[in-house]
């Protein structure tokens, strides 16, 4: 990181952030460098989120799908369990929990994978903390299920359980990636406006400079598949030509 850890000092104030907030978010940290997991602990302790940790991919997978945290910080090079191999279970598994990927790599492949595999959004090492703290933020913002909002939503046989990430069509169980959940999900709370691909690109994947946009095509069109009674007819998810896209249910 590029910035230090914060003292002892301020730790006693982490304590009092986290009594005085009334919801604590809960941070899964998957990391196996010990000055790493201190900072970043410290850091996250002391704007008021309650902080867990695990030393390889393989403790972070059983502590991620015990604990159920709001969000998990992943290092892609773990021992005994790749960070990669770790998301993919976790969003086949806990499609729900987001994920933000931390890499010291910088090839743009491995960001990409990341992506596709349903990390939600990826960190290159050093970085600022402020900023892994924002895009933190944001997509706990993205993934939360408000209050006020419903817990199941119905269009024709095919009902949506936001809470459990579950997915029926005339009562049979529908399996989707964490993606494509997430793409799903984001439709039902935005009937009938014209969503971009930017947009959906920003919202869903949480990445603004994605290599390009018909990641979102190939995802419409295997939902589609799961979702309509006539893949090649839309009833629900409809093209907006030259626009983008609109979810009508």
């Known amino acids: 990181m590029e910035e230090t850890k914060r003292t002892s000092a301020t730790n006693g104030s982490s304590h009092a952030a986290i009594t005085e907030k009334t919801t604590v978010s809960k941070i899964l940290i998957v990391e196996d460098e010990p000055n790493m997991v201190a900072g970043l602990r410290d850091n996250f302790e002391f704007e008021g989120y309650l902080v867990m940790t695990a030393a390889d991919g393989v403790e972070g ?11 998990v910080l992943l290092d892609v090079m773990m021992p005994r369990m790749s960070g990669l191999d770790v998301c993919k279970e976790i969003k086949a598994l806990r499609p729900a929990i987001p994920v ?11 960001k990409v994978l990341g992506l596709e595999i ?10 600022s903390i402020r900023e892994l703290l924002a ?5 706990l913002r993205r993934t939360r299920l408000l ?9 024709g046989e095919v009902e949506v359980n936001l809470r459990t990430c579950q997915v029926s069509r005339d009562g049979q169980a529908i399996e989707l990636s964490g993606k ?15 969503l971009s691909r930017d947009r959906l690109l920003n919202e869903v994947w949480g990445y603004d400079h994605y290599p390009t946009t018909r990641t979102v095509d190939a995802h419409i069109v295997r939902l589609r598949q799961k ?21 009508i249910g």
């Open 61 to 71: 997978l059983a502590r991620a799908l015990k604990d159920s945290p709001d969000l």
């Open 100 to 110: 933000i990927m931390l890499t010291a790599r910088g090839q743009e492949i491995d």
């Open 118 to 127: 349903g990390a939600d959004d990826y960190v290159t090492k050093p970085f």
């Open 135 to 139: 895009r933190c933020k944001a997509v």
């Open 147 to 155: 209050p006020s909002e419903a817990e199941t939503h119905r269009f």
């Open 180 to 194: 494509e959940f997430e793409l799903l999900k984001y439709f039902v709370r935005h009937p009938g406006e014209t």
């Open 227 to 247: 979702i309509e009674p006539r893949p090649d007819e839309p009833r629900y998810i409809l093209t907006v030509h030259g626009l983008g896209y609109k979810f």
